[in-house]
């Protein structure tokens, strides 16, 4: 639902006219590369933010100085979007270093379409051009670019927890060349699934600690939402890969993930886990930092029932696995959200309901009080609801063919309601789903084969 903190927009960007990256120091002691930023509002709220990534064996003194400045620097920058959106400010001045016209651009970008969902529901109204300007002091240098990195031809794999990057898990674990973990501030099931993975021991977690401040000011009634959480997850994972000498970094975003959450506008929850953001990435490493690392989504040409189906062949992870947002600090599914009910519905057609509720707790598709929940995500409702979740089709492709499999018999609540909404709306069928292929994707080929090979689907020639 939308608010309507237009006004409030306003007054914070006259009151609060500039945000300053002030800067960064790091320090690597006792296995521990320690990073503090600093950011200011306008000369009246500081803010300290930190990282703290372990290094295991492995000794910065093989890297160029300027090489660990620029990833750190970037990283700060994608950190600057939680605190900017405090206020909104106008003005940013840039302090470590200068960027040029087109990184200017490129991170404007990634502020207004990465803040899209953080705008339509404060009800702020904004272009992007007259959104915020890029500020630096004379004296500043360019960020340092072009770096030569030691990389093998391993690949690090985001885990969250959820099934996606489970099932990207056991697609890789016929990769030859190896595979490590990596997570921020990792919870109890995405720990749980990297041991089962077999990786416990290959397992970089990254924490981060946010300025308690931020908290502070959000209760006080500055602005709050949203964030491109993935677009941080992305620079601070090709900064480990780069530090474990790993070549590839292997996302577990879906071809679903491009869908507008408000359908006819670039209203995006899920912008930084988009095609779109995904090669504009890859554009800006390979231009601004180093062409030694390679950035992907390994289940881009897949479509979240096809995942869906991945999955369910790993019973290991069932007990285990998360995606509900709401139970995350409890480790629970709450079975009240949409993330809940839209998973659950993705498994439907792969897992026997027995299994399903032993995994939720209960059968969802007799909870007469998610029915709001499902016309937001079957496209009755006219946007569908701000998580990570896949497109309308994908859903109603699964409950069309749940409804099939009941024959006659009773239909649960919510397929009895599907059916009555849905009479007159045209979507394609399970078995056309289960064969898709998205060809827009940055696999190489070598993936590309492991991930036909899981799905049983016949390589082609280009």
Same mark, same amino acid.
């Not at 309507?4 to 500039?18: D, H, V």
């Not at 521990?32 to 000794?59: C, M, Q, R, V």
């Not at 970037?74 to 990184?103: D, N």
């Not at 095609?275 to 992907?296: A, H, P, Q």
């Given at each position: 639902?939308?608010?309507?903190?237009?006004?409030? @927009?306003?007054?914070?960007?006259?009151?609060? !006219?500039?945000?300053?990256?002030?800067? @960064?120091?790091?320090?690597?002691?006792?296995?521990?590369?320690?990073?503090?930023?600093?950011?200011?509002?306008?000369?009246?709220?500081?803010?300290? !933010?930190?990282?703290?990534?372990?290094?295991?064996?492995?000794?910065?003194?093989?890297?160029?100085?300027?090489?660990?400045?620029?990833?750190?620097?970037?990283?700060?920058?994608?950190?600057?979007?939680?605190?900017?959106?405090?206020?909104?400010?106008?003005?940013?001045?840039?302090?470590?270093? +200068?960027?040029?016209?087109?990184?200017?651009?490129?991170?404007?970008?990634?502020?207004?379409?990465?803040?899209?969902? =953080?705008?339509?529901?404060?009800?702020?109204?904004?272009?992007?051009?007259?959104?915020?300007?890029?500020?630096?002091?004379?004296?500043?240098?360019?960020?340092?670019?072009?770096?030569?990195?030691?990389?093998?031809?391993?690949?690090?794999?985001?885990?969250?927890?959820?099934?996606?990057?489970?099932?990207?898990?056991?697609?890789?674990?016929?990769?030859?060349?190896?595979?490590?973990?990596?997570?921020? *501030?990792?919870?109890?099931?995405?720990?749980?699934?990297?041991?089962?993975?077999?990786?416990?021991?290959?397992?970089?977690?990254?924490? +981060?600690?946010?300025? !308690?401040?931020?908290?502070?000011? *959000?209760?006080?009634?500055?602005?709050?939402?949203?964030?491109?959480?993935?677009?941080?997850?992305?620079?601070?994972?090709?900064?480990?890969?780069?530090?474990?000498?790993?070549?590839?970094?292997?996302?577990?975003?879906?071809?679903?993930?491009?869908?507008?959450?408000? $359908?006819?506008?670039?209203?995006?929850?899920?912008?930084?886990?988009? =095609?779109?953001?995904?090669?504009?990435?890859?554009?800006?490493?390979?231009?601004?930092?180093?062409?030694?690392?390679?950035?992907?989504?390994?289940?881009?040409?897949?479509?979240?029932? /096809?995942?869906?189906?991945?999955?369910?062949?790993?019973?290991?992870?069932?007990?285990?696995?998360?995606?509900?947002?709401?139970?995350?600090?409890?480790?629970?599914?709450?079975?009240?959200?949409?993330?809940?009910?839209?998973?659950?519905?993705?498994?439907?057609?792969?897992?026997?309901?027995?299994?399903?509720?032993?995994?939720?707790?209960?059968?969802?598709?007799?909870?007469?009080?998610?029915?709001?929940?499902?016309?937001?995500?079957?496209?009755?409702? $006219?946007?569908? $609801?701000?998580?990570?979740?896949?497109?309308?089709?994908?859903?109603?492709?699964?409950?069309?063919?749940?409804?099939?499999?009941?024959?006659?018999?009773?239909?649960?609540?919510?397929?009895?309601?599907? /059916?009555?909404?849905?009479?007159?709306?045209?979507?394609?069928?399970? $078995?056309?789903?289960?064969?898709?292929?998205?060809?827009?994707?940055?696999?190489?080929?070598?993936?590309?084969?492991?991930?036909?090979?899981?799905?049983?689907?016949?390589?082609?020639?280009?």
């Amino acid at each position: 639902m939308q608010g309507n903190n237009s006004n409030t @927009f306003k007054k914070l960007r006259k009151n609060y !006219p500039l945000i300053t990256y002030e800067g @960064f120091h790091w320090q690597a002691q006792n296995s521990i590369l320690s990073i503090t930023y600093h950011f200011n509002i306008s000369g009246k709220y500081d803010f300290f !933010p930190k990282y703290e990534i372990p290094l295991a064996d492995h000794n910065l003194d093989s890297f160029n100085i300027s090489f660990i400045d620029s990833m750190i620097f970037h990283i700060g920058m994608v950190e600057l979007i939680s605190y900017w959106k405090l206020t909104c400010s106008p003005r940013i001045l840039i302090k470590p270093f +200068r960027i040029k016209a087109f990184q200017q651009d490129w991170w404007r970008k990634l502020y207004f379409l990465g803040l899209s969902e =953080f705008f339509y529901l404060n009800g702020i109204d904004v272009e992007e051009n007259s959104l915020l300007t890029f500020e630096f002091e004379k004296m500043s240098k360019l960020v340092g670019r072009n770096f030569s990195l030691d990389s093998g031809n391993g690949v690090l794999v985001p885990v969250g927890g959820g099934k996606d990057s489970l099932a990207t898990l056991s697609v890789l674990s016929g990769f030859s060349e190896g595979q490590m973990a990596f997570a921020i *501030n990792p919870g109890m099931a995405t720990v749980e699934s990297v041991k089962i993975a077999g990786l416990e021991n290959n397992f970089v977690k990254v924490e +981060r600690i946010l300025d !308690p401040l931020l908290i502070t000011l *959000n209760n006080k009634g500055f602005l709050n939402g949203h964030t491109p959480f993935s677009a941080l997850i992305a620079f601070v994972s090709s900064f480990v890969a780069s530090l474990y000498g790993y070549r590839y970094i292997a996302l577990s975003n879906e071809s679903s993930a491009n869908e507008a959450t408000i $359908p006819g506008t670039n209203i995006n929850h899920q912008y930084s886990k988009s =095609f779109d953001f995904e090669n504009s990435f890859r554009k800006y490493i390979v231009n601004f930092i180093t062409r030694d690392l390679y950035y992907f989504s390994l289940l881009r040409p897949l479509n979240e029932l /096809q995942i869906a189906s991945l999955f369910s062949q790993n019973p290991g992870y069932f007990k285990i696995f998360r995606s509900c947002n709401v139970g995350s600090k409890t480790n629970s599914w709450c079975c009240k959200c949409s993330k809940c009910l839209f998973t659950y519905i993705m498994l439907s057609p792969f897992l026997t309901t027995e299994i399903l509720v032993s995994i939720f707790g209960e059968n969802l598709l007799e909870k007469k009080t998610l029915i709001p929940l499902l016309d937001q995500l079957t496209g009755i409702a $006219p946007e569908k $609801p701000f998580e990570c979740i896949g497109t309308i089709d994908e859903v109603n492709s699964a409950l069309g063919y749940l409804a099939s499999k009941y024959a006659g018999k009773e239909l649960p609540a919510l397929l009895k309601h599907h /059916q009555k909404v849905t009479e007159n709306i045209m979507f394609t069928g399970l $078995p056309n789903q289960l064969i898709s292929w998205n060809e827009c994707h940055n696999l190489h080929d070598q993936f590309e084969k492991l991930l036909k090979d899981k799905l049983g689907i016949e390589i082609t020639s280009r």
